[in-house]
C-alpha cells in the first residue's frame, strides 16, 4: 500500500520561505513520478510542480521561478521549496505519486499571512 507522508507545513509572513517534505513508502519509489498539488480555500485543486523519475521538472506557471521540487531517491522523499512566498499560495499542499496508479498524501497547511 502506497503511503505518502507529508511535513514542513505551518504559517509563514508574506516573502517568506517554507520547505515541504514527503516520504513514500509501499513504492518503488525511483520509478515514481512525484509532484505536489494544492488546494486553497473555496478552489479547486490544482497541480503545482511535478518531477519525472530521471529528475525533469515542471511548474504551474503561479509557481515558477519561486517554487522547486526536488527528490532523492534513495531517502525515499521529495521536497518543495517555496520562496517568496505570497498569500495566495495559502492552500492545503498534497503529495503525489504517479506509478501503477494516482496517489495522494493526506495534506499540510500553508498560511501566509502577516
Known amino acids: 500500500q502506497v503511503q505518502l507522508v507529508e511535513s514542513g507545513g505551518g504559517l509563514v509572513q508574506p516573502g517568506g520561505s517554507l520547505r515541504l517534505s514527503c516520504a513514500a513508502s509501499?513504492?518503488?519509489?525511483?520509478?515514481?513520478?512525484m509532484g505536489w498539488s494544492r488546494q486553497a480555500p473555496r478552489k479547486q485543486r490544482d497541480l503545482v510542480a511535478t518531477i519525472s523519475p530521471g529528475g525533469r521538472t515542471n511548474y504551474a506557471d503561479s509557481v515558477k521561478g519561486r517554487f522547486t521540487i526536488s527528490r532523492d531517491n534513495a531517502k525515499n522523499t521529495v521536497w518543495l521549496q517555496m520562496n517568496s512566498l505570497k498569500p495566495e499560495d495559502t492552500a492545503v499542499y498534497y503529495c503525489r505519486s504517479w506509478y501503477q496508479g494516482d496517489y495522494w498524501g493526506q495534506g499540510i497547511q500553508v498560511t501566509v499571512s502577516s
Open positions: 509501499g513504492t518503488i519509489f525511483s520509478a515514481n513520478a
